[in-house]
């Protein structure tokens, strides 16, 4: 029989809508049923790609002995940490607390007020490795609650309680400068691989915030160290395993130091992120691996991610079937010298095993390899090297497909609008920027309701039952404001405000700190606040720079004192721990350099005109906002009193509340920008 997971919108959840466990969603219902029975929750957080959720599911909760245990003393709630990010966050910072680390699946015990008592992550079948075994943790939480109330209890008031007491004062000690900038680049350099790119050791993640606040960082000041950094990372990763050489974009990070082997499952935030990162580092060199990522990244979002409604799929799993009926970790990426031969012939397979790396021994599992890009095709090479990667990837398509996560989250599609709108104008791809329209319309279709509320997810075009968090209000309002700058459209722009403005107003603390969830949202032990940027802005960070470009647009007073109150956060933050405040630091960077403004007026047609508007999106400015258009054009406030130069097109460059005279020549506003 089905349990109560059948109606989810959830893809995660829906996985687990046929297992014997009688799963409940999060919901008050769930609690007031564990205290109608006198038992503890079972919390269960994971999400639809990450491995060893699938792993544990398949050996404990499609286990009918281990269901049994767990139906018959405990109420069992299922969460997609996707979906309720706040859920997670809360309780998540409780694990870490209490055992030194984290990690999904989750597996937390509550009492039926929601506190937890007893933490930990993935629990084998039977004991191994040390760890207790699943049924033995079940039988354990079973006895303390039964024996041992009163301590469970004080347990959990302890965590609550201490947990309370962690609120962040990080607001009002004023903005980042010159000073604080200074030292996180001095930081950065100090974790820096010189050998092969990025920071830190293994395993490695893509740190396409922090490669933001470098090139930005680049642009303002000129440091050289800060562009090679750049540079050397994004060729680094784009010649690794972490980038899928044949199809396009990059996976979700790097079990090891040097970009080999990656943890194979793909992730619409990582993808949208570096696809930007990669235009940026374009914008700084011209260089053509950069150009090549991030049209091959955009490419691959609108390939395999993209949904009928015209949304942003979450993720593709890391597993697939490796043909034998075995789900097996990469089998979709990888191979070996034998599969090259069939699919290529022995001729152009030793071109191939050459040209990607692949090796008898592997790179991977069981003698298979992940394809790399150790060195460029020589021009000789070039056409011949075409056709190879073309027909593997044809090869590939026969391959049983790794399983999509359909569901639309509203966070994730503004930074893939914010990517595609960006790239496609960049290389003069419209059919880009139409299909980050196409995902806008349906995040204000489907995710906003007529006060500008967000829904946090959609499937299928039907919008889910959770409220946004800051980071959708905040990402899709950077998206919305990318998209402006780019179509010309002030409707954006108003949009952008809309979602601003509420931020403002349901998300904002004393002193210009901000929370994960409105003033309004649903009680949890804890109001979550994180400002720190891990694999994608924090909602904190990223809020601070929507309102700093939105107020650069409009020169609203009120949105940039409170992008200025958030970044109190990146002063205190920035010097100490720079590798996860990176979109912090680049919007940070924009707040010194001004942001410019740029307005670019003159008639659609007038080829000068579009030699202007290209010359102004090709800014490496930090944060610089653009609006085009006729003269005095109602669509955005930068375009008032703006008139035509001797007939002609113009652009005028304005930072700091002064402005530069109007230019009418794109070398002069390339100089200027």
């Not at 044809?394 to 359909?406: L, N």
């Amino acid at each position: 029989m089905a349990n109560r997971l059948a109606h989810e919108t959830s893809p995660y959840l829906l996985q687990h809508a046929d297992n014997p466990v009688d799963w409940w969603p999060w919901s008050a219902e769930a609690f007031e049923e564990a205290r109608r029975r006198d038992v503890p929750v079972l919390l269960s957080v994971g999400y639809s790609s990450c491995h060893w959720c699938h792993v544990m599911a398949h050996e404990s909760f499609e286990d009918d002995a281990t269901a049994a245990l767990v139906n018959e003393n405990f109420v069992a709630v299922k969460v997609d940490r996707e979906e309720r990010p706040d859920v997670d966050a809360v309780y998540m910072e409780a694990v870490q607390a209490a055992t030194g680390q984290g990690g999904w699946p989750m597996t937390v015990f509550l009492t039926p007020d929601a506190a937890p008592f007893y933490f930990g992550t993935y629990f084998p079948p039977e004991p191994r490795h040390g760890m207790p075994s699943f049924p033995e943790v079940l039988e354990g939480v079973k006895g303390a609650w039964a024996d041992r109330r009163d301590e469970v209890g004080e347990v959990a008031e302890r965590i609550v309680k201490d947990l309370a007491g962690r609120s962040l004062a990080y607001g009002g000690d004023g903005v980042p400068g010159e000073e604080e900038l200074a030292q996180a680049l001095l930081g950065l350099t100090r974790e820096y691989d010189a050998t092969h790119g990025g920071f830190g050791g293994a395993p490695k993640f893509p740190p396409s915030m922090t490669l933001e606040f470098l090139l930005r960082h680049h642009a303002r000041t000129g440091s050289e160290g800060a562009l090679q950094m750049a540079a050397d990372t994004c060729e680094a990763m784009a010649r690794g395993g972490i980038y899928d050489q044949l199809g396009g974009g990059f996976a979700r990070y790097a079990v090891d130091r040097a970009w080999v082997v990656p943890h194979f499952e793909k992730m619409l935030y990582d993808n949208a992120l570096l696809c930007r990162a990669y235009a940026h580092l374009w914008k700084a060199t011209g260089s053509d691996l950069a150009r090549r990522v991030a049209l091959e990244t955009a490419d691959f979002l609108v390939r395999e991610l993209r949904t009928h409604e015209g949304g942003f799929a979450s993720a593709l799993d890391a597993d697939s079937d490796d043909g034998t009926g075995k789900h097996v970790e990469g089998a979709f990426y990888v191979w070996t010298p034998a599969q090259l031969t069939e699919v290529l012939g022995a001729e152009d397979a030793a071109l191939a095993a050459a040209h990607y790396g692949v090796t008898e021994d592997g790179t991977f599992e069981q003698g298979s390899s992940v394809l790399q890009l150790p060195q460029e095709a020589g021009p000789a090479d070039a056409d011949r090297i075409a056709s190879i990667a073309a027909r593997l990837l044809a090869a590939r398509e026969e391959r049983e497909r790794p399983g999509r996560d359909d569901k639309v989250v509203a966070a994730w599609n503004g930074l893939a609008i914010a990517a595609l709108a960006e790239t496609g104008a960049l290389f003069d791809r419209p059919d880009l920027v139409e299909r980050a329209t196409e995902a806008a319309d349906l995040l204000v279709r489907v995710h906003m309701d007529e006060s500008a509320r967000l829904t946090r997810t959609s499937k299928d075009g039907r919008a889910g039952t959770n409220d946004g968090v800051l980071e959708d209000y905040a990402d899709v309002a950077e998206g919305f404001l990318a998209l402006a700058a780019v179509t010309g459209e002030g409707a954006w722009l108003d949009f952008a405000g809309f979602l601003l403005d509420l931020v403002i107003d349901r998300f904002t603390a004393e002193g210009g700190a901000l929370y994960d969830t409105a003033h309004d949202a649903e009680a949890l032990i804890r109001r979550p606040q994180d400002p720190t940027d891990n694999a994608a802005p924090s909602g904190w960070t990223a809020a601070a720079g929507a309102l700093l470009s939105y107020a650069a647009h409009t020169g609203s007073d009120t949105h940039r004192a409170a992008a200025e109150g958030a970044l109190g956060v990146v002063k205190a933050l920035g010097p100490r721990a720079p590798r996860f405040i990176g979109w912090g630091l680049a919007v940070s960077e924009a707040l010194l350099d001004g942001p410019r403004e740029i307005a670019v007026v003159g008639a659609s047609g007038d080829e000068a005109f579009r030699e202007l508007r290209r010359t102004a999106l090709q800014a490496t400015a930090p944060g610089a906002v653009l609006a085009f258009g006729a003269p005095d054009s109602e669509e955005f406030p930068l375009l008032r009193d703006r008139p035509l130069v001797a007939g002609g097109p113009a652009a005028y460059v304005c930072r700091h509340f002064t402005c530069d005279a109007p230019v009418t020549d794109p070398d002069a506003l390339r100089r200027k920008l």
